[in-house]
């Protein structure tokens, strides 16, 4: 099966190097491998010692590298999306400026390009494997969450309908000098609604798509790595490999480094008590700068063993589900946090979970549309939510 990893960290523990060890590894294992940065401070050029761009280049024998030009996509790949974006916005040019420019305003918009890029490569099907190198981790949490963001608000903005449009478009015009989109445009706004549903379904597959942690064993990385892996689970990615990069030997014979041994192995502990269940690895800090290929070879053969590094891991991860006896009951592992954390609250058919200053609206499934909440309870990382029958207590 074909695969898509990605991977993410704090910046400056080495993600772009691990990322690139396992395209390499994988590609020397006769997998055709794309090696991709979403990153806009893009460095594979210099770690692969060759000339990277915003097309797809081959940098070995069966490894391939990209560095995703959101602006170069817009205009050329994703042109028609462009144009429902541009009907959508058409009321706000007559200043003459240009759609491309407004939607370059646009929050996250530069991080769904990213995103349907590495989707169409996918559905293209060229690839085996697809290896994604991310921005530091708070970018990459938008980078993930935008496209569920984004057709929560379409659901918001269209929820009418064409024909409640029809009525609505010579009001808007006439009152509020505002013209809606026509029924062509909202076919498009509709189009582009199923593939931003598309991309969402391909991100949060498990049996595709995983995502893998790299850190440092330093209490500030440490902390970050641990947000970042609630995170993750609050929106429902399949978390399923840590790396956890520059362990000094424990044999250096230098009294400079007894103490950082020390801090390095209270903190590698947390990390093997909180990831339990999911594959740890330990890259030492090497003595040279990881360039070019036999630098990643190196981090291969100390560290990426594993036969089975590409496959499957089966590890639990995002909402489930259950039929119970007085109805559902919902289940997220939030590993992390205390009950005081965590807010939760109903409004129409959205569960709003926030936590710290991030926010997720779950969307109820079907099923449970004549469905609301009947108790909550945060135990041992485990955030159950049971769903009730709305007449069950008249």
Known sequence: MKRIIIFTGKGGVGKTSVTAAHARKASMEGLKTLLVSTDMAHNLSDLLECSIGREVTKAADHLYALEVDPTYEMTHDFSAMMQAFEKLMSFQREDGSDSLELLEMFPGIEELFSLLKIQLLFEKGDYDLIVVDCAPTGETLSLLKFPELLSWYMEKLFPIGKVAMKVARPISKTVLNLELPDGKAMNDIERFYCKLGQLQALMKNPEICSVRLVTVPEKMVVEETKRNYMYMNLYG???????????LPENVDNSFFSEW??????????????????????????????????????????????????????????????????????????????????????????????????????????????????????????????????????
């Open 261 to 394: 041994l020390k801090i390095q192995a209270h903190y590698i502990e947390e990390l093997e008590g909180l990831f339990g269940e999911i594959p740890i690895h330990r890259i030492p800090w090497f003595d040279i700068d990881l360039n070019g290929m036999e630098s990643l070879d190196r981090v291969i053969e100390s560290a990426l063993k594993e036969q089975n590094l590409f496959e499957i891991r089966e590890i639990r991860s995002g909402e489930v589900y259950e039929k119970t006896a007085e109805g559902y009951l919902m289940s997220i592992y939030l590993p992390g946090i205390e009950k005081t954390d965590l807010v939760m609250h109903q409004a129409g058919n959205d569960l709003i979970l926030k936590i710290g200053n991030v926010k997720r609206n779950i969307r109820k499934p079907d099923v449970l549309r004549d469905f609301s909440v009947g108790s909550a309870k945060f135990q041992d990382n485990l955030l159950k939510v049971s769903f009730v029958k709305e007449d069950a207590d008249e």
């Open 237 to 247: 990615f399949h978390v399923d490999g840590v790396y956890i990069n520059r362990i």
